[in-house]
């Protein structure tokens, strides 16, 4: 399945200004149903209550490190329920510590990028997701 700019996509970060860098990328990609989220507690219930409403979510992009519910938490939410096991999920970290990498993968992330990052970047781990 090759990635759609239709999709409906949740940008999960607890710093607006990174939100918006990511929604601009996006956008610029051609991206038009972009919903935010600002730590992983209000995500989960954003994802739970959209799947309910038939209107789920295609693809997650979340920060790892907020202060509330973290990006892998939410990751292992997802995961381990039925409904959103293979929700296609791109994980944003500051760190590229191999070991965060590893616990990533295990906890069943689709791919992962960088901070900083640019928009080819992005655009590229997006569409290996979607491979």
Not at 25 to 49: F, N, R, V, Y
């Amino acid at each position: 399945m090759a990635f759609d700019v239709k999709q409906k996509i949740l940008i999960i970060d607890d710093m607006s200004t990174m939100r918006k860098i990511i929604k601009n990328m996006l956008t610029k990609m051609g991206c038009d149903d972009l919903h935010e989220a600002d730590d992983g507690t209000p995500a989960w219930e954003m994802i739970q209550s959209a799947y309910k409403a038939d209107a789920p979510f295609d693809f997650i992009i979340s920060d790892w490190n907020m202060p509330g519910m973290t990006g892998l938490d939410l990751l292992k939410n997802l995961r381990s329920s039925a409904e959103f096991n293979t929700l296609p999920f791109l994980m944003v970290t500051a760190e590229a510590e191999q070991s965060n990498v590893v616990l990533a993968v295990k906890s069943g992330v689709s791919n992962f990028v960088v901070k900083p990052f640019n928009q080819e970047t992005l655009k590229m781990k997006i569409e290996k997701i979607f491979k």
